[in-house]
């Protein structure tokens, strides 16, 4: 029984395998002759082939001689085929699917020199979202093959010539979403020639030649080019921002991954690489971005690359050559597409030249460049400015080198975000012309990310002009720098959008020009402790004709020259928070002249007294210790009378000057002494004590000192121009004391003083004898040994005037009490009066004189003289003479 079994087992076994073998046999036998008609029948295709092989049990498939083709009115929803393969063979093929369900899944696909045309299915159907008829090879290889790809409307897709292609987990479908790629795969092995790939209606992607070996791709002569000119782009797509057109000689990678709209690349090598962009005027939409590609290269090179971008208008807005990037985890999508810069970063390397940038208002050029996240060297920049417009600051520059040193720079949603540690300016030669104050637009500084910082700002060997309106600064050798520098949302709020550390500036030659003087200096030393400036000058631009016909109202004219000047303390002055803390100041060797011209009008503008001047300075400001040691200080005054400027000179000045304040530093004293010697016209000592209180809201102040051995003739040069007297003799000691308010003056005066006599010029500049006597009738000529002290009653201010002017009219007081008694102003009215009586009998003289001249003159002429009388002639004659005489007395 059990043999029976055994036996019966192993024939069933044997017809099975018989049956099998027949059935497979049979089919091969039929499909050999039979698959074309069925699948002509049964699908959307045509099919000639000489030699057909089918394996049921592996599903494996090969055949010769393939020919394919679409039949007339096929369904558009299937996968159009149509070309020839010389041999094909399918591993493991899904039989089943592919008869009953048209799907082509198979483990292995080999297609020796396939000359094909694909056109693939529609979109994913929009009720559904099912996937129509797609193509899956887990293996796919070509030799030899030219494929073309189109898509279901008959536009060229992708195509290429003598493939050979090795490629693992392919699949092919044209998806619902816009701008895939045509195939997706895992690993690759690739050669082939003449590639295209057209991912949307705006660019196509080129390649002459492509190749790998040993896990590297080669792609000659990449370019993705632009398939609409820039009208019909800004026409058909107006909400787009960049047109691109890119094209390499050659680019080298590997690790290539394709997925949908997918390209990623490692250890990417582009050779000679060309970049163009053109920008629209398009605002771009956030909701659809102008490039649907996502190209993400994990290490990139471009060696010897040119970048070119264009404005809307064609014109030229930035461009380098020669320029070689290395660069770390680029990545560029529709996000990035949209912003400032395209694409995003970890890190690059780039170097290069004649970059070429164009902003709103500059051209700048730059010769040779390197940069990094952390270092950049900039060479030979030039900035030019492309516009003429006054409310815009303009740079006409020259830059030897930039360098930086940077922490963190980049962009941060649409905003630089920068934080850099040292910026370095070497040899800036050039213009800075500053926009005009009424006309310029408030800086917009929304494109930073704040703070904005900047650890150490440098400048080296420069010669800068700074043209702003009327006051054009020149500074030639100018080393500096700037320590923590910071821009925030409050700093951009102030005038000077930053606020510093600490600082130091150096400049020779400095310049700096005025509505009315020049000022100079051969040395300028500024930090934030020191100030030091040599052989200073204010030197007016006008001459004084010039400067009166110039000016509405009376003004000072000044000329100074100081050798040194110094300061010691801390200060501020470009934050919105500014003050004044110095130690000491000290002006040496000045040289002050001072002119004012009556000839102008008036100014009636009231006139604050030093208190309240030092008081209306809006910062805090405190000097501890002021000093202006061994110079000169003229005064200079002409009125409409005058011939020619009176002039005060105070020779050897020195004044010392204690607690100066503006009242508004906490816990600073607001007392104010100083303390003034020097040889008043240069020839006698003259010391004076003033204070005043900056705090004390009354003006209330003090002033005295004396004047010793003054020759009176000394003050001869200010007096006679426009008094026209002159006063001989000697002032032994002139000793005031007065104290003062907003009011007035008061206090007393002691002068002693000997041989003092006045004379009164004629127009001439002859002294007058006879109004001379009559002055000095009246005139105390010596003082006596010990003069009493003359009280100076209230002198009360015009507020119009200065405090100078309020001080001389005390002075003026004292004098005439001291002169003339203390019933000056009696005396000194009887003086007016004679002197008044005496011209006005000396011009009624001369008009009876001049009334003889005239009668005596008439009747010589009318006298006629004969022949006869010719000897009376010498009498005559001589009669002239003495009419003449008495004509000129």
């Not at 002759?33 to 000639?48: D, H």
């Not at 962009?411 to 926009?435: M, P, Y």
């Not at 009327?470 to 500096?480: A, D, I, R």
């Not at 009219?809 to 002169?819: N, P």
Request: proline share 4%; net charge positive; glycine share 4%.
């Amino acid at each position: 029984m059990k043999k029976n079994y055994i036996r019966y087992l192993s024939i069933f076994l044997a017809v099975t395998v018989l049956i099998f073998l027949a059935f497979n046999f049979g089919t091969n036998f039929w499909l050999q002759n039979n698959l074309a008609g069925y699948i002509k029948k049964n699908s959307n295709y045509k099919v000639a082939y000489n030699d057909l092989k089918v394996d049921l049990v592996t599903g494996d498939i090969s055949a010769s001689a393939i020919s394919i083709e679409n039949k007339k009115n096929s369904n558009p929803n299937v996968i159009g085929l149509q070309g020839h393969i010389d041999s094909l063979l399918i591993s493991r093929l899904g039989i089943y699917d592919a008869v009953f369900n048209k799907v082509i899944n198979s483990s292995q696909l080999v297609l020796v020199r396939p000359n094909l045309k694909i056109t693939l299915a529609k979109p994913v159907d929009e009720k559904t979202g099912k996937k129509r008829n797609p193509v899956v090879f887990e293996n796919l290889t070509i030799k030899g093959g030219n494929i073309s790809i189109f898509k279901h409307t008959q536009q060229k897709y992708f195509s290429v010539k003598n493939l050979d292609l090795n490629v693992e987990n392919i699949q092919m479908t044209e998806e619902s979403v816009e701008r895939k790629l045509p195939v997706v795969f895992d690993k690759y092995d690739i050669q082939g020639q003449n590639l295209f790939f057209r991912p949307d209606n705006v660019y196509a992607i080129t390649a002459k030649h492509i190749t790998t070996e040993a896990g590297k791709m080669s792609v000659k002569n990449f370019a993705l080019i632009p398939l609409l000119s820039f009208r019909n782009f800004t026409k058909y797509h107006p909400k787009d921002k960049n047109l691109y057109d890119f094209k390499t000689a050659e680019m080298n990678f590997s690790d290539i991954e394709v997925n949908e709209n997918k390209i990623s690349l490692t250890n990417a090598h582009f050779e000679n690489p060309e970049l163009n962009i053109r920008t629209t005027s398009a605002k771009p939409n956030k909701k659809k971005k102008d490039f649907d590609l996502v190209i993400n290269l994990e290490d990139v090179l471009f060696k010897n690359s040119k970048v070119s971008v264009l404005k809307p208008d064609g014109n030229q807005k930035f461009s380098a050559g020669n320029v070689t990037l290395n660069i770390n985890k680029f990545l560029m999508n529709r996000e990035t597409s949209a912003e400032s810069l395209p694409f995003e970063y970890a890190n690059f390397d780039i170097a290069g030249q004649h970059l070429n940038f164009v902003s709103d208002t500059e051209n700048i050029n730059i010769g040779n460049f390197s940069f990094n996240p952390k270092n950049a060297d900039l060479k030979n920049i030039a900035l030019k400015p492309v516009i003429s417009a006054e409310n815009k600051t303009k740079l006409a520059l020259n830059i030897k080198q930039i360098q930086l040193k940077i922490n963190e720079l980049k962009l941060v949603e649409n905003k630089l975000k920068v934080d850099v540690q040292k910026v370095l300016l070497n040899s800036v030669q050039g213009n800075i012309s500053a926009a005009k104050k009424n006309g310029a637009k408030k800086a917009n500084f929304s494109g930073l990310q704040f703070p904005l910082t900047v650890e150490n700002f440098e400048i080296r060997n420069s010669n800068i002009s700074i043209e702003n309106e009327k006051s054009p600064v020149v500074l030639k050798s100018l080393n500096g720098y700037v320590q923590n520098i910071q821009m925030d949302a409050e700093t951009v709020k102030n005038p000077f959008p930053f606020k510093t550390g600490k600082y130091a500036l150096t400049t020779r030659n400095f310049q700096y020009t005025t509505e009315f003087y020049n000022i100079t200096a051969s040395l300028l030393k500024l930090n934030k402790d020191v100030l030091q400036v040599s052989n200073f000058a204010a030197k007016p631009r006008l001459t004084r004709a010039q400067f009166i016909r110039r000016i509405p109202t009376e003004k000072d004219l000044y000329d100074v020259k100081v050798s040194q000047i110094s300061m010691n303390g801390d200060w501020d002055f470009l934050s919105e928070k500014k003050f004044l803390n110095a130690s000491q100041v000290t002006l040496n060797q000045m040289n002050a002249n001072i002119f004012r011209s009556k000839l102008p009008k008036d100014d009636l503008s009231e006139k604050p007294l030093y208190s309240k001047l030092l008081r209306s300075i809006k910062f805090p400001m405190y000097i501890q210790n002021l000093d202006v040691k061994n110079s000169v200080l003229e005064y200079e005054e002409d009125t409409k009378k005058s011939d020619g400027p009176g002039k005060l000179t105070f020779g050897n000045f020195n004044m010392n000057v204690k607690n100066l304040n503006s009242a508004k530093m906490k816990g600073k004293p607001t007392f104010v002494p100083i303390n003034i010697s020097c040889r008043f016209m240069n020839a006698s000592p003259m010391n004076v004590k003033w204070t005043f209180d900056t705090a004390n809201l009354n003006e209330a102040f003090s002033i005295s000192g004396n004047i010793a051995d003054l020759p009176a003739s000394r003050i001869n040069p200010f007096i006679e121009p426009y008094l026209k007297i002159q006063a001989t003799g000697l002032i032994s000691d002139l000793i005031f004391n007065f104290k003062g308010t907003q009011r007035g003056i008061y206090g007393s005066l002691k002068m002693l003083h000997q041989n003092l006599k006045i004379g009164v010029l004629k127009e001439s500049g002859e002294k007058d004898k006879l109004l001379s006597a009559v002055a000095n009738i009246f005139v105390k000529t010596n003082s006596g040994n010990y003069p009493e002290s003359v009280e100076v009653e209230e002198v009360l201010r015009d507020k119009t005037k200065s405090f100078f002017n309020l001080f001389w009219r005390g002075i003026e007081q004292g004098l005439k009490k001291t002169l003339l008694g203390k019933n000056a102003p009696k005396t000194e009215k009887s003086i007016k009066n004679t002197v008044d009586n005496t011209k006005t009998a000396l011009e009624q003289n001369k008009k009876d004189l001049q009334q003889t001249k005239s009668e005596v003159k008439e009747k010589v002429e009318n006298i006629t003289i004969k022949p006869e009388e010719k000897k009376a002639s010498k009498k005559r004659g001589f009669f002239e003479k003495i009419f003449k005489k008495k004509s000129g007395d």
